[in-house]
């Protein structure tokens, strides 16, 4: 029999209850019912400042419930019976429960400030607090004031900084105004909070510690601010990020017991004092501590889940730790960081010159490791917070030298990822018995690294120690990756795969390692791809530079670079298509494809096309495909920026770019991304203040959504990144991998990508820069080089022996007015692969 659950709040550990819940429900026992009072599904909070930069919502959404679950938003609980075990909803609806959870969350708490309901006063908790912020914001912008805009963020624990980063985002200089003596009081010691101020204090931001505001004023349309030691700020914008309080309104009115400072009192099962209710995150007390952190929730997430289903899990304790990157600067507390425990002993190395704080806390015998903080570089963090209440493995001080440390070895019990419980012998389990051979496997497997990711260095190293070879030879052929071949041939100058495998492979090459090479020296201009031996060493599509079709035909792609084409240029495409007898389709990159040639009647085709002014569109080829573009402030009256002519000259300055994989682009004239370059390898996304980067993206099997590089970018210093970035990836990249994956699999990931290409740490932007000029002024169109040279030309043919005599195994048939492929073998019409039929 289906029991129904009903689960009160769709939060990060709502939602993870209901997954947890319908994950192990193997025979379907409950139906479960959630009442949501947000209008849009739960999302991902911890990453919420991202959408400053983003203003997509979508790349923050959870992962969605399956049938079972029914969602209701915008209609929250307002009512709760224990005892007729029953709730009533905002909408009037009432609904009876065999079991409920309580995962109402918390509120932003907002100290009693005079001033703080004035316009400009906001708190920083959901995406609809981060639209107002920004409409208070924009709202400074039309005003013209003098002077550079200001804000005020009232608390400087973890919030209070992820909330002045974000007004950094939006081109506020933050103030922050901590009551404690120091940033981050509750994860952060004295030493390492002041080596984060004077980091942060480098990046426009303005520290206020021990102190608070003691009243907010109006005056002329700003804001006021008067601090209680006496100082003025002038201030376009204020945010209270202070704290939380539970949201346990709805159990008091029950007559649930709560806790003496607020939450719902529970058990070491999650149970409330109510038969058959409990309660998870941020609105539950548990031993008299709310905890703030998802990784709590998600533990009781996990226990409520088991207990549902008749097991006997019990909360494990709370793990406290925390690693992020507050402006900028890594931050890492994990264990007894403020050495609370008597005869608790602090190691500290304290490197000023290089920025890094780095604390253990160990037993009173330096046995044991209890704690510890990390400031600047959190890199030992993955293998010391699994550490905590273990042997130390040898002097204290090697786990935080400066050499790097001693080698550590995890027990198997150790926990490697928080967020979700995974153990070491999780990770191991998977990797042993095949299910997982490398880190995409084993966040399928366990879901280790798809919290909040820290643990992903561990899960390479867990690999390795498995015995796991991640190899990096391209083939039998050659030993080296292709990163190293390309650097290889860079460097040496060789123009011939023959040279290539007799300097540094062995044997004849293979259908791997040809095509690589292939790209390899079309990558570096090292002549034609149709040129002498290359020819040889091409794919399918790119042997005849067209795509080959289903029935042996292929397809031309013309480049019509942005979109734009001119009424004369659409003529002579329909001229063509019809005097070849072609298919034609608007492909989704903005572009027409002509469907049906055969191999002799490319070159003809080619040479129309060639004539009009086209060139090749690289359709064929790992390459640059297109650079989508909306109409932007040539027409669109919401455009902030010209999209088109941006699109135009990107496409034309990376046409024939040869690469890994293929690559595509797109460039939006505002925020409203109707081009999609949130999708593409490379997108350009418009602001009134210039253009913002993303890179990463692809649609697909599995689609991406691009992560942000660079903001507010002028076009010089755009083109100049967008250069870095493609060379760098051609460079190092795997074969056949997208940027997507290339960008996840870099050690340090975006982070270490923006420090190479924008910020030039290891001094090659020059050169990266360099060889895309040898590029844009070494590129000559494909397909006139092959109607340019006899030799090449007289590979078209259908038949050697019979040049220009049709392929008699290739026919078509009639359908919706055009000629459409006739595939042997397979059903004649009537059957299933008949055109589909609706009615109108």
């Not at 919420?48 to 203003?55: A, E, F, P």
């Not at 010391?384 to 130390?392: F, K, W």
């Not at 942005?562 to 019809?578: D, F, N, Q, Y």
């Not at 993303?694 to 970018?713: C, E, I, K, M, Q």
């Amino acid at each position: 029999m289906t029991r129904t659950l009903v689960v009160v709040g769709h939060g990060m550990v709502g939602h993870r209850l209901v997954q947890a819940l319908r994950e192990k429900d193997a025979t379907d026992q409950w139906r479960v019912v959630v009442f949501a009072e947000e209008n849009r599904p739960a999302y991902d909070r911890v990453a919420l400042s991202s959408y400053v930069d983003t203003r997509d919502a979508s790349s923050l959404a959870l992962a969605p419930h399956d049938d079972l679950v029914e969602l209701n938003l915008g209609d929250p609980v307002v009512g709760l019976d224990p005892a007729a075990r029953e709730v009533r909803t905002a909408s009037g609806r009432v609904l009876g429960y065999d079991a409920l959870v309580l995962a109402t969350g918390s509120v932003p708490f907002v100290p009693p400030v005079p001033g703080r309901d004035l316009p400009g006063c906001h708190v920083y908790r959901t995406i609809e607090d981060l639209d107002a912020i920004r409409a208070t914001v924009e709202g400074a912008v039309r005003s013209h004031r003098a002077g550079r805009r200001a804000g005020m963020v009232l608390g400087g624990g973890l919030l209070g900084l992820e909330a002045a980063n974000a007004l950094r985002g939006l081109g506020i200089s933050p103030h922050v105004v901590e009551l404690g003596p120091r940033l981050m009081p509750l994860q952060v010691d004295e030493g390492g909070a002041g080596l984060l101020k004077r980091l942060v204090e480098k990046l426009d931001l303005t520290v206020h510690t021990g102190t608070s505001a003691s009243a907010i004023e109006r005056d002329r349309g700003r804001l006021i601010a008067r601090l209680s030691n006496g100082t003025e700020l002038d201030l376009d914008v204020v945010v209270f990020s202070a704290g939380i309080r539970p949201r346990d309104e709805l159990a008091r009115a029950a007559g649930l017991a709560v806790g003496e400072r607020g939450g719902v009192l529970v058990d070491e099962a999650c149970r409330t004092s109510a038969e058959d209710v409990y309660a998870v995150g941020e609105c539950a007390n548990l031993d008299g501590v709310v905890y703030g952190l998802v990784a709590p929730g998600y533990s009781m997430a996990e226990v409520v889940a088991d207990r549902l289903l008749g097991g006997g899990a019990a909360f494990p304790g709370a793990d406290t730790s925390t690693k992020l990157k507050l402006l900028g600067v890594d931050v890492a507390s994990f264990g007894d960081a403020h050495a609370r425990q008597e005869g608790a002993l602090e190691v500290v190395v304290n490197d000023a010159v290089a920025g890094t704080y780095a604390k253990v806390v160990v037993s009173d015998d330096a046995r044991t490791l209890l704690g510890g903080v990390l400031v600047g570089d959190a890199s030992r963090y993955p293998v010391l917070r699994p550490l905590v209440g273990r042997p130390v493995p040898g002097d204290p001080v090697s786990l935080i030298g400066p050499a790097g440390g001693v080698e550590l070895t995890l027990p198997n019990d150790a926990q490697v990822c928080s967020c979700h419980a995974v153990t070491k012998q999780h990770v191991v389990d998977a990797v042993t018995s095949g299910d997982a051979v490398d880190v995409p496997g084993i966040k399928a497997c366990t879901r280790a690294g798809t919290g909040c990711g820290s643990c992903v260095p561990m899960l390479k190293k867990l690999l390795s120690e498995c015995g796991v070879e991640q190899s990096k030879a391209l083939c039998e052929h050659f030993d080296q990756s292709r990163a190293e071949l390309f650097e290889v041939v860079r460097s040496t100058g060789i123009t011939t795969f023959s040279e290539l495998i007799d300097r540094f492979g062995r044997g004849r090459g293979c259908d791997l390692c040809k095509p690589t090479v292939a790209s390899i020296l079309a990558s570096l201009d090292r002549g034609h791809v149709l040129g002498g031996e290359q020819a040889a060493l091409q794919d399918t599509n790119d042997h005849f530079l067209a795509n080959i079709q289903r029935n042996g035909t292929y397809s031309v792609v013309p480049r019509i670079p942005g979109g734009e084409i001119t009424p004369e240029k659409l003529i002579v495409i329909g001229e063509v298509a019809r005097d070849f007898g072609l298919y034609t389709k608007i492909t989704g990159g903005q572009r027409i494809d002509l469907f049906g040639a055969t191999v002799d009647q490319l070159p003809r085709i080619w040479r129309r096309l060639v004539d009009a002014g086209f060139e090749s569109g690289h359709a064929y080829g790992k390459a640059l495909r297109t650079v989508k573009s909306c109409v932007g402030t040539t027409w669109c009256r919401y455009g902030v920026q010209d999209s088109v002519g941006l699109a135009i000259a990107l496409e034309l300055r990376y046409r024939g770019l040869r690469s890994p994989h293929k690559l595509k682009s797109a460039v939006s004239g505002c925020a409203r991304e109707c081009a999609e370059a949130r999708g593409k390898d490379f997108g350009i996304i418009a602001t009134e203040n210039g253009w913002n980067l993303y890179v990463g993206g692809n649609g697909g099997f599995t689609p991406r959504h691009a992560d942000l590089l660079a903001s507010d970018l002028d076009t010089a210093t755009l083109v100049r990144l967008i250069d870095r970035f493609l060379v760098f990836y051609i460079r190092t990249a795997d074969r056949l991998q997208r940027t997507s994956a290339w960008i996840e699999g870099l050690e340090g990931g975006l982070d270490h990508l923006r420090a190479v290409v924008v910020d030039d740490s290891l001094g090659i932007c020059a050169d990266l820069e360099a060889a895309m000029a040898g590029h844009v002024a070494g590129y000559a169109d494909e397909w006139r080089g092959v109607l340019e040279d006899p030799e090449k030309l007289a590979r078209f043919t259908s038949f050697v022996n019979a040049p220009g005599t049709p392929d008699p195994t290739i026919s078509f048939r009639e359908e919706r007015g055009q000629k459409v492929p006739v595939l042997l073998g397979l059903p004649a019409p009537g059957g299933k692969n008949d055109p589909v039929e609706v009615s109108r």
